[in-house]
């Protein structure tokens, strides 16, 4: 193996003045409250918890702990505004307000990212990244707003007219995760406020000031009230909430973004109302080298998927299948290019990977890592918490075997889990070889490789030379245990509409 550098941690105790007394951001105009009916609230309990961001451990801000009740006062005030909103605006109004949405927070892109960071913990430039991705659903259904079409059929008889009109699904329920705390409200918000829904958000509790901060650039943007509606509640309240927001029959729609095991649970608990269900849930990417493929562009693709977002991401590669012939030299180049990560504070300049987002974060990937160790992987390099932090250095594990907790779970850090193969039959069965499938990558410069291996990989997403695959013009899902529905592209609109039909006699 190759001499690599050391990695140079930046491990800076600075941090910008975090304290209840003197966070301040004009996107919280009234501090840290929920968002209901267009106005700031305290929780009827006035009870709060507190955020504190994950590199520092210090408290950012408390804010306000929402209950059931809370919920129940969101839903009344979506269910009054969809009303209008559904049936009394145009597609070319509503596109209208998404368009000046996007602006805004085009334009106050550095002052968002920076509450992200806080809040999350990743680097400052991932965190602008993230509102320019936010911002582009925005942009993209903005128009879509105005292209939601139906049909006219033949009827079979005389003298009757069929048509197919698709109307807004009504309210809806967005639950989602802390690792992209903008972008995944942005990529439900905007396809559903563009079909005509109106939304009540339940944001992480590790991150819910981005959820505020976009219901302020909604009111800016000139959203009526009520159509987006945010409740902040901690870990101990979120149960509660979401079963309340599964079995309303007010709430029409749920959008689940999270963990495979959480997902079940609100499909389960959603049956009992038969309400549209659409869950984007876990993955477990492969990521396939074939011996013909380009291995600087697999390498950079690498990076690109691996690493964003400290791994913390569902479409992260997880699995690494390396033909036997190009191991030797796409781990050394990974190596060297992982050689000049800095690990730190995600608001210092200089740091390119950011800290898990907890201590539970660390722990699991400590524990994956050291369970491949003893059954006989090799640490290439990496292989530790950063000590006194919440980062995980980078990590290159080899010689991994099926038999590695780590071949199997999702891994949710920045560690590269690699196995050789030897044929391409054995590394589409080595892909497959899981319930989940949301995200794959594979390389070649074969032209019938491409078309044949990606005709067999069971997943909802794949790259092909490509680690970087998302945007708001592509359908985003998995298939078996990783969601149902897709978001993103003209098919996100899909899971907020539904056909009605009508027969008029002539």
Known sequence: MPNLKPLIFAQKQKLFALSQRSFQTDLLPEGAKAYINGKWMNSI???TFEVKNPYSKEVITEIANCDQSDAQIAVQAAREAFQKWGFETTGKERG??????YQILTQKEAELGKILTLEQGKTLAEAKGEIQYSASYFDYYAGEARRIRGEVIPAPVLNR????????IGVVAVITPWNFPAAMIARKAAAALAAGCTLVVKPAAETPLSALALAQTAEEAGLPKGCFNVIPADHDRIGDISKYLCESHDVNCISFTGSTGVGRLLLSQSASTVKRVCLELGGNAPFIVFESADIDIAVQSAIASKFRCSGQTCVSANRFYIHSKVHDSFVQKLGEAMSKFVCGNG??????????????????????VDDAVSKGAKIVQGGKIIKGTTCYEPTILTNVSESMEIANEEIFGPVVAIQTFETEEEAIQKANSTRLGLAAYFFTNCMKQTFRVSRRIESGMIGINEGAISSAEAAFGGVKESGLGREGGSQGIDEFTQWKYICLRT
């Open 45 to 47: 309990g006035a009870t």
């Open 161 to 168: 007219q069929h048509f197919h009109t698709r109307e807004p």
């Open 96 to 101: 209208a307000i998404l368009n000046r949405w």
């Open 347 to 368: 608001i210092e300049k200089e740091t390119t990977q950011g800290p898990l987002i907890h201590e539970k974060a660390v722990e699991k990937v400590q524990k994956l």
